[in-house]
């Protein structure tokens, strides 16, 4: 911006060249391109400023209501604290006359003021504590993308020493840019159209003088005519987008400029979302769509691992499959819902037959019904628990001669949009079970929604479903300790990231995802519940604590929905579990406590006894990347101070930014902890283990170097590159 | 060469153990000696090299912690486990003890005084007369190597009315010849009877019938002939366990060095008090070690009496004066007979309690504490007992230490033949004891006992897993903080837990335990003692922690406030999600965030407790179509069954319709069978509109009515009613829904 706007409103040369409209008259438009460009500064800055104002303004409100917050919350701790019976903070608070206090007296020069006095009021000596960076608490591990930005040069002391300086130089190297680079001359879309907005008002102002704007207001008023959708907002003199094409080169020429902002127009408009976006279904302009729209949003989000909706821990979240549903969840519809239910719209006891009918009303739309193979032998819904069968019942009515009352009930009938795309929504999970579906529409009764069906022609869809269990236990028991074995005695000692695999096509062969990284297929996984690759979980009665255990033995934590015997499927509220294996998981840990260590720093001390190998917390962080760690790393090395945690090949946890209160657990070569990368539901934690029986007020060591060698000697990671 | 040599003098070499070094330093075996030639010097010089590095750092700090030690103990050795046998008092008796005995004892001791029936008497049995101006001698016989001595018993009585002072007597109770320097390092000492003793009869402490004596005291007076004068010492008090290697060394220098001068008869005097004036016992049996000054005009000036020692201006160390002075060693006994021998002073324990501290200064140290032996003390014959000390160290048990530095790939040897630790010079007189301490005391180091035919190795290496943490009592460094009386009465404290008693089991002492062992054996070595005696801090502010905030954990949330807002910021930010699903998503979110789901069969559970925590609010934003659409995608997952489904959507049927009840009450307030009314309408049609209007195309007017903006007002002015009506409504519905399934 500085060249732009140094290069002053001088000559028309340079003005010139940016300009790609050829301009009518050689004197008038230079002229008054000029007065434009100058506008442009002077709008430009102005607005600029006005920014940053409102920043500061924005500003100053966060902190104010930040302090506010803080009040409150002191407040209410206070209130709280003044019933209990407490120690309150020692105040040096002595009473005024206290003989042999001294005074301080402030003298002016200036005989008209008195001098001042008042007493020394010494404050009470407070122990200094450790530095402490500031740092986020966590309980869970967070997943962090690349920083390919430097966000600061980290701070190495006020003289900067020369290697140093080399240091600087190598590690901006590393990073794409450092943030912040390129403030000025920055133009963004909201600061161009706001720009565009001010600059406009001078058009109006002058446009009875300049003739060309008069063109240019005809063309806008036919742009107008094309966008009827548009406000009245017209689009204004293109002198203003050569000037600012002329101010800001690399923003495009005047054309491109244009089609910007007629873009950046658009948003306001309410009914303009993004193609895969729906209307809300509870809102007003619900539309009819496909189940698919319906439920795009809440299929590509939620994250079946986490059970959340765009979790912190994994990028990637499978959609479901839904072809593959547990066959038993559907249930029939025995009864009929009411007097009124559909069921009974045919003679009054037939509402039985209707389950054997097949399309019975072929007129509707029966012609693109494909024939269901099972349909005939499979529906007795008497005995609807029965499992493996087609859960297609087709309830419709033997007697076509109703069919044209219904059919005028039909179209009586109104379907809003929302209600139609929830009825498609519902049918895909109930099928043809329409008093459910109607309940749940809560709009519609079950008659209208079957009606509603026949016209939608999904009467039939039904999925298929496949056969039961194959009574092969034994028989992969045995293979799994050999299976267990050889993946911690494979040559290769490296440990992959869990991804869940998806090939629809062919099972888990040497192909899949999850084999070629020698992990088990989790529940997570779209293939097979029998799959081969499967880790079936573990049938223990006891503690799962020793190698007996095939989860313990695989350095898995029970998995609550393979492992139903072991315990750790049950009591969710309690935090006594029989099965030992599954403390990393429920966040059973112990409670710690923060004070200056006795070696360096602050350390971490355990509030309660513990017995050896006891779970004592997790060590949780922010999950980077190796190529990051490593550029975490080198600015760590630097400090003396680093929270890096090699968690697989893939990945290493920092607690530098986020973390629980073990990250200040010190390093000690004859430690009371170890730590431990687990399995957990598909995902590598790290477990800090006692190493021996521990006391009450103990500081918490683990040794920093053998936590890669445990893991070396438990999963077999291997790091050639030293982290910490 | 060279190197070796220093190392064996113990003058600048780390391992040059203590100013001992002479006598009991190590020397090199002559294999060592012999193998370093000359060409080899660069190599020795190098090894020397590895060597210091690998010990000098740790020994240095041991010889400093060893001299601290000396002058401010810590703790006394004598009191450790290990080292039982160099405590001198045992505790049979508190077997027997019972609290009456006290009494007993007290009342015993009163009659005593009373009728004073001290009915033993003190023997005396003199060791010798050290003096560096005197020359050693083997036999006392000699004329020239034995001075003179004479006891006298002073007794001081009570001032009379007439008496200026003190009337004092002395009663003279002999005169012997004692042996001026013995030679006692050595070991060869004449037969125990042979030495000088002298009896002071009872009967002198009896009252005497003219005055009521005050006070008894001693006065050991030595005529030294033609004597050299030197240096006269203060008085001086103090323990000091090496005494007599000072002496040794301090005189043999002192010799050299000290400006002689020849005179005719030095007269040495020394007081001591037998019974002070209360008439309590001030001297034990003991070996004793008395430091004596020469006799000028006034013998014995109460006003020098101080607990420092000055020599030509200087202050001495308190161990100091004991090399420096003349020193009379004698050997005192209460026999009850003078034939017999007797335990007078044992019926008296309470009056001699604080005999040593409530003395005013004598020139006397009590030296039982360190060389009398534990058990048979008192009982056996002071001269035996000797013998058998001194024959210990003689039995030639060799202590090999083998240095062992560079990775353990270079060793070094070096021997002593006593038990002494080469590091603070203590005399663990046992084997077992001298690998307790080094173990205990030096873990610098990694000792490992190998059993040798001459006596013991020890395999000295340095303990790369010291890390200097303090493994001790954490009470004993950080002091509670705070105040324990508050302005408005008793508040709660940190509880910290002191250990009164403690008695680990203790394994049977034996060599084998310093055998080198395998790993994971470190755990025995574990402080007993635990507690949180410190100051903790909270995580996030760095405030302290309260003692009454101990209890709960307060920085352990699954969902941290930062937390919440970055999910619901984080979701905020789709721009292709409708606002409905962000709605709800972010409801869930912040629903399985507090409650930490973690198992795919716990998701019916969370759906329903979903829509019973967050319902009212699903129904108020009128985001039920989207919790529908949430629950199907669940569903899509495979995580919930239909049943859930059903069951989620009739509770938030139930609230919508409680919320339109609601609002048809405050319309209607005159009403009142509203109730049943609704009842029946629920019950007639459950899956209609409560909602009058029947036209379902005008959806959002309804909801909107529904969600009920007074709702919460409602609910809080209601909610007596409200909940017992929400209560049946639920079995209505949950019936309903059965009959339906």
Known sequence: MEETAAADPTPGIDAAPPTPRPPPSPFAPSRSLLEWRRRVKSEYMRLRQLK???????????????????EQQTNLLNTEWSKLRIQSIPLSTFSGSMPGKKMCTVEFGFPGFKSQAITMRPLSTVAGIPFMYSWSPLQHNFMVEDETFLHNIPYMGDEVLEQDEAFLEELIDNYDGVHGDREGGFISDEIFKELVEALSQYSDHEEEEEEEAVVAAEAAGKKEDERVMRRSSKIPNDKIFTAIASMFPYKGTTEELKEKYKDLLEPPDPVKLPPLCTPNLDGPFAKSVQREQSLHSFHTLFCRRCFKYDCFLHPFHATPNVYKRKSKEIRMETDPCGVDCFLLQGPKNLWIRICYGHRGLGDDGGSSVPPEGKEGDSDHETTSSSEGNSRCQTPTKLRSGDDDGEQQACCVVQWSGAEESLFRVLHGTYFNNFCSIARLIGTKNCKEVYEFAVKEVLIHRVPLEDGGISPQKKKRKHRLWAKIQLKKDSSSNQVYNYQPCDHPDHPCDSSCPCVMTQNFCEKFCQCEHECQNRFPGCRCKT?????????????????????????????????????????????????????????????????????????????????????????????????????????????????????????????????????????VNGDHRIGIFAKRAILQGEELFFDYRYSQADALKYVGIEREVDVT | MAPHKQSSSGGSHPVGFGPGGKANGFYQPSSAVAAAKKPNMQLIQDDHELFLQAFEKPTQIYRFLRTR????????????????????????????????????????????????????????TFTGFFHKAGKPSQDCENEQNSVSLEVLLIKVCHKKRKDV???????????KQVPLNPDMSAGVQAKPGSFPSLLVPSSEFEPSNSHMVKSYSLLLRVLLPGCTQTQINGLTNGENHHSRD????????????????????????????????????QLLDGEYEVSMQEMEECPISKKRATWETILDGKRLPPFESFSQGPTLQFTLRWTSDSSDRSTAPVAKPLATRNSETNQDTRPCTLRSTQTLALKESVNTDMQTRREQISAEPRQKLRILYQFQYNNNTRQQTEARDDLHCPWCTLNCRKLYSLLKHLKLSHSRFIFNYVPHPKGAKIEVSINECYDGSYAGNPQDIHSQPGFAFSRNGPVKRTAVTHVLVCRPKRTKPSLSEFLELEDGERELQRTYISGHNRLYFHSDSCLPLRPQEMEVDSEDERDPDWLKEKTVKQIEDFTDVNEGEKEIMKLWNLHAMKHGFIADNQMNEACLLFAQNHGAYIVKQNLCRNFLLHLISMHDFNLVSTLTIDQAMAQLRLIRSQATQRERDRQEDEEEEEEEDWETAVESQPELDPDPDPDPSEYKPYSEETSAGCLEKENQEESGRGAATTERMLNKQKLSGSVLN
């Open chain 2, 246 to 281: 000072f002496t040794e060394e301090v005189v043999n220098r002192k010799r050299r060095s000290s400006s002689l001068r020849e005179e005719g008869e030095t007269t040495f005097v020394a007081q001591m008090t037998v019974f002070d004036k209360n008439r309590r016992l």
């Open chain 2, 69 to 124: 030690n000396l002058i401010a103990p810590i703790f006394l050795h004598r009191t450790l486990t290990y080292m039982c046998h160099r405590n001198s008092r045992n505790n049979t008796k508190r077997k027997t003890f019972k609290v009456d005995n006290l009494l007993f004892k007290v009342e015993k001791m009163r009659g005593e005084q009373e009728t004073h029936s001290l009915a033993s008497n003190l023997q005396l």
């Open chain 1, 52 to 70: 940053r104002l409102k920043k500061a303004e924005e500003v100053k409100t966060l902190f104010m209501s930040n302090r506010q917050k803080i």
């Open chain 2, 165 to 175: 002072s003190c009337p004092v007597k002395q009663v003279p109770t002999g005169k």
């Open chain 1, 543 to 679: 503690q799962c604590n020793t190698k007996q255990c095939p989860c313990y033995l695989a350095v898995r934590e029970c998995d609550p929905d393979l492992c139903m015997t072991c315990g750790a499927a049950d009591h969710w509220d309690s935090k006594v579990v029989s099965c030992k294996n599954c403390s990393i998981q429920r966040g059973l840990k112990k409670h710690l406590l923060l004070a200056p260590s006795d070696v360096a720093g602050w350390g971490t001390f355990i509030k309660e006894p513990v017995q050896k190998n006891e779970f004592i917390s997790e060590y949780c962080g922010e999950l980077i990347s190796q190529d990051e760690a490593d550029r975490r790393g080198r600015i760590y090395d630097k400090y003396m101070s680093s929270f890096l945690f090699n968690l697989n090949n893939d990945f290493v946890v920092d607690a530098t930014r986020k973390g629980n209160k073990i990250r200040f657990a010190n390093h000690s070569v004859n430690p009371n902890c170890y730590a431990k990368v687990v399995m």
